[in-house]
């Protein structure tokens, strides 16, 4: 998730505004311990494809993580997709495909294709900790809001920059905003309807917008349950097949 270019005259360093209590650094740190603060979680979700012209397509999905270093997610609707399944775990990624009864491992530009025709590409849906990925470079206030610019610290990512809305309340982002190598806007993931589950707060609706292709995935959490004591045994290739 990543955003840029603001005006030079509106974006204002941290070094220059220590009234902010905070660098750069630390926000982002601060992001993954709101972000990653269950211990574990499983959603069921209800996905949308929308395409420009507005026609939407829907799936069905279930995702689980488990601390910042493991996420599964796999399809169970419609028949064309059930199955299909992705798997970030221990610093490495997965894609199990049904149709070819084969695991691939995703690795080099790979991580830049889109997963199973969603707006995420696999590199998007990584649980790796952001301030582990991700350099954070420019701070400044907006309202509630922090505005938090980063950079990819792997050179091979398609992105030049995330830019994160923080609310200044918990920490958590509700929009981020990528950029391409051009510094251009091109997609934004926006969160909203953030709820209460137990003692920790979690949106329940996001969307993915690409901008240059005019496609948008919106996923709606419909259930959610936290710390159930998920087995580590649940994030592994095995269980991509299941």
């Not at 905070?22 to 972000?35: F, G, R, S, T, Y």
């Not at 939407?56 to 279930?62: C, D, F, L």
């Not at 199955?83 to 070819?100: N, Q, R």
Request: charge should be positive; include cysteine; hydrophobic fraction near 35%.
């Amino acid at each position: 998730m990543k955003s840029w270019y603001l005006s030079t005259a509106c974006l204002i360093l941290i070094s220059s505004s220590p009234g902010l209590g905070i660098e750069p650094q630390q926000l982002l740190e601060k992001v993954d311990q709101a972000e990653f603060a269950p211990r574990d979680t499983t959603a069921e979700v209800k996905m949308l494809l929308i395409e420009p012209d507005g026609k939407t397509s829907e799936r069905r999905m279930v995702m689980y993580q488990k601390g910042n270093n493991k996420r599964l997610i796999r399809f169970e609707s419609p028949a064309d997709v059930q199955g299909v399944s992705f798997l970030d775990a221990e610093g490495k990624m997965y894609v199990y495909l049904p149709a070819f009864h084969k695991i691939r491992l995703v690795a080099g530009s790979m991580k830049n294709e889109n997963f199973a025709g969603t707006d995420f590409a696999h590199e998007d849906l990584s649980s790796e900790r952001f301030s582990d990925r991700l350099q954070a470079v420019e701070l400044r206030e907006e309202g509630d809001h922090f505005i938090l610019t980063t950079k990819d610290k792997n050179k091979d990512s398609r992105y030049s920059k995330l830019i994160f809305r923080v609310r200044q309340a918990d920490f958590l982002f509700d929009r981020v905003e990528y950029y391409d190598r051009n510094g251009e806007l091109w997609k934004e993931f926006v969160r909203e309807d953030f709820r209460p589950v137990k003692s920790y707060t979690q949106s329940f609706i996001a969307q993915m917008t690409d901008h240059k292709r005019k496609h948008s995935t919106k996923m709606i959490v419909e259930k959610l349950e936290v710390d159930k004591n998920l087995s580590d045994s649940l994030f592994s290739k095995r269980q991509l097949k299941r």
